[in-house]
């Protein structure tokens, strides 16, 4: 709900032919764009001498002067409007004045505003004053003072404020964990009209019911482990699986971290086997006789990454992981491209080249893993069962 330029059907039966055109035309000339002049018919119009056009001149022009970018000549014709007491467009500028300083961050002038207009008692204004009331009492921390504010803005029949302050109020319920308050006024919003924001949070609200039961199921399962129960290791690793991912989708990464770290040291060593295979799921099995050639032992759960992958998963940041190792793919490509591709054939050249690709996945944190697993197959290869390479290779 917006202040607009428009006529009020209670002047309609007294207006007069000069004025009465005047304002249309203003109308017109700011909704063609032509703001500039739309204000001087709005001053021409004020200028007059009949006050039955006072109001609604004053409320376009602070409309026109607002958009034009002159706040304190949009606020001082606001004050004209309000100052008319006229029963339409009084209260419609004391909701554009409110809105204007509450966009500005004066909270305490916008809260006046809006009292101006429940002052009024004008239904159609008085729901969005209360949202606006609402919000402010938010904004500094009055949960309580809020709370009537918003039920009275609930129990309009408004569809035009109502779904959109039902989101506005279920979205704050959410983020304070009140979930099932949130799902009541996300309810009563949709019962008047449909809003895709209210849809999302009617989601967001099975979410964290969902979260709740799947953390009681691995709560449970521990219980029943420390007091001798026999406990399903299926359902226990798929409660600790969907734990963690949904706390993931929430945001809320460390939640999803802690929930596979418990997984992975439950108390019963089988449902510990079971979490681990979903956090593993998908993972890379190395071909034995590749790892064999390339002298290590053929031991595919020795693969030194897969670490820094069930750390990545469980922390929810695999994204992270792959642009690492992207990035460091191009960096080695790049230096060993470029002497490339300028035939180069100089010894040291190449050396150096080779030195940098070399070096390039010690700057990240599984760099030095890499590097301690080529010395590892590098020693074995060589059969000595010494270090074959210096310490502190090859950064040293």
């Not at 001087?40 to 009949?50: F, P, T």
């Not at 039955?52 to 958009?67: I, K, M, N, P, T």
């Not at 060993?336 to 050396?351: D, F, I, Q, S």
């Amino acid at each position: 709900m917006t202040a607009t330029h428009g006529a009020s059907a209670s002047d309609a039966a007294s207006d007069g032919p000069d004025y009465a055109s005047l304002c249309d035309q203003a109308r017109d000339l700011a909704e063609s764009g032509h703001l500039k002049r739309a204000a001087q018919v709005y001053e021409q119009v004020l200028a007059g001498e009949d006050p039955r056009y006072r109001a609604r001149a004053a409320l376009g022009l602070a409309v026109v002067r607002h958009d034009s970018g002159d706040v304190g000549a949009a606020r001082e014709a606001d004050l004209i409007a309000i100052g008319t007491g006229h029963p339409e467009f009084a209260p419609r500028a004391a909701y554009h004045l409110a809105v204007s300083y509450e966009g500005a961050g004066a909270d305490q002038e916008a809260r006046e505003a809006w009292r101006r207009v429940l002052d009024f008692g004008n239904n159609r204004y008085t729901p969005a004053a209360h949202h606006g009331l609402a919000r402010l009492a938010e904004e500094r921390g009055d949960v309580e003072g809020a709370r009537g504010h918003w039920e009275r803005v609930l129990a309009a029949d408004e569809a035009a404020i109502v779904p959109e302050a039902a989101r506005d109020y279920a979205e704050r319920l959410l983020a304070r964990g009140a979930v099932d308050a949130a799902a009541d006024v996300v309810h009563r919003g949709l019962a008047v009209g449909e809003h895709p924001g209210l849809r999302m949070l009617l989601g967001a609200v099975h979410v964290e019911w969902a979260i709740g039961e799947f953390g009681a199921a691995v709560a449970d399962a521990g219980d029943a482990a420390r007091d001798g129960v026999p406990v399903d290791p299926g359902t226990a690793g798929a409660a600790v699986e969907l734990l963690a991912r949904l706390l993931a989708v929430r945001g809320d990464a460390d939640g999803a971290g802690e929930a596979w770290e418990h997984g992975l040291a439950h108390p019963v060593p089988e449902v510990g086997d079971e979490v681990r295979a979903r956090l593993r799921r998908g993972f890379l099995a190395p071909d034995p006789e590749s790892a064999e050639r390339a002298g290590a032992d053929g031991d595919a759960a020795a693969a030194w990454w897969d670490p820094y992958i069930e750390a990545a998963v469980a922390q929810d940041n695999v994204p992270l992981l792959t642009g690492e190792l992207f990035l460091a793919v191009n960096q080695i490509y790049t230096r060993l491209a470029v002497p490339l591709a300028g035939n180069e054939t100089h010894a040291a050249v190449l050396r150096e080249a080779i030195e940098q690709a070399v070096r390039t996945p010690g700057e990240y944190v599984w760099g030095r893993a890499l590097h301690d697993d080529f010395r590892e197959r590098l020693r074995r290869a060589a059969g000595s069962g010494a270090d074959v390479l210096p310490e502190g290779w090859p950064d040293a």
